[in-house]
């Protein structure tokens, strides 16, 4: 049976009014095809529902008992569209983001507060999370884009630098004058570096660096958290070695100074989406809103956060 809401309104209206004119000007059609609306709706059902003649229109007995039916199924099919629109209102304010902890850190803050003044009560959550724990969630659907550091292999994701930052030296004001504002990766031997574990990739960035001069990368001490890494730094336990966005939070705190690695690794950083998949308006809106703050880093610190494909 293929009956339409449409068809039901219109019987309801003509059951009201029992006046083929009037429900024509009502549904802004002529009356003729109201008319053929109707007995398309009579034939569907396989009864008569309106008894006409030249004089009066009035309902048969089926047409008496299909009122409160016609009532109930549109008035639920009416309650059943405005629970998908309320819920549709919502998913187009619903964002989902992963990001390296350091990303989230500087880039996303200002991404959801343009989005806040944006948006009626965005609903955005972020997961601050490991690199491939973060690609492996754009993979899953679990949010609408992420915030990396390396390019993934995965032929289904998208891949598009926004920036390059550069790794430094954090260190306590202990050892400035030694280490002085300049240095080089073969000076690094020497030194008594903290580093992120062996699972985030400044660890694999610095590995990778070492190994290309044939040496193996052995740290003092191996951190999870940069907060962790910042109070060992301050207490003179060891020297910091992170990218720039990762030492920014840092920089605040007294006796800190930031040296520079001359030949040191570059991180590259940017956003993972799904290829197949249309950005929702919020989430094109988020990505404009990283690439912006993105611009304005590099415009503050061009020594150490280069452009996209930045030497």
């Known amino acids: ?95 989902a983001v992963a990001a390296l902890p350091s990303l989230a850190n500087v880039l996303l803050p200002g991404v959801c507060a343009a989005l806040e003044r944006r948006y009626p ?6 997961h601050d999370c490991a690199d491939q724990a973060a690609v492996r969630r754009v993979i899953n659907y679990q949010v609408d884009f992420a915030l990396a550091s390396a390019s993934p292999s995965n032929p289904d994701l998208h891949y598009e630098e926004i920036l390059r930052d550069r790794f430094v030296l954090l260190a306590p004001a202990a050892w400035r004058r030694r280490l002085g504002t300049r240095t080089r990766m073969e000076d690094l031997n020497d030194l008594p570096l903290i ?14 660096a070492f190994l290309q001069r044939g040496v193996v990368f052995r740290p003092k ?7 962790t890494i910042a109070g060992f730094v301050k207490q003179g336990l060891g020297i910091a070695v992170l990218p720039y966005l990762g030492i ?20 590259s950083v940017g956003i993972v ?18 690439h912006a703050i993105a611009d304005r880093l590099i ?6 956060i280069w452009p996209p494909g930045g030497a």
């Open 1 to 95: 049976m293929n009956v339409t809401p449409r068809q039901l309104r219109i019987f309801l209206a003509l059951a009201q009014s029992l006046n083929f004119s009037r429900t024509a000007e009502q549904f802004f059609v002529t009356q003729p095809s109201l008319s053929k609306t109707v007995k398309d709706l009579e034939d569907e059902l396989g009864v008569a529902l309106f008894e006409r003649s030249t004089r009066s229109v009035r309902l048969t007995p089926a047409g008496e008992q299909l009122v409160p039916m016609a009532r109930r199924i549109v008035g639920e099919f009416d309650t059943g569209l405005q629970q998908m629109q309320s819920r549709a209102e919502q998913e187009a304010h619903r964002l």
């Open 121 to 126: 009560q965005p609903h955005i959550t972020v």
């Open 195 to 208: 580093s992120m574990t062996d699972a985030s990739t400044a660890m694999k960035y610095m590995s990778a």
């Open 299 to 304: 415009q503050q610190a061009p020594e150490w």
């Open 221 to 227: 001490l191996q951190l999870d958290q940069i907060g």
């Open 273 to 290: 989406s799904r290829r197949a998949s249309t950005a929702s308006g919020i989430a094109t809106q988020a990505m404009a809103e990283v």
């Open 248 to 267: 920014m939070p840092l920089l605040s705190l007294t006796g800190m100074s930031v040296a520079e690695i001359v030949d040191g690794p570059v991180r």
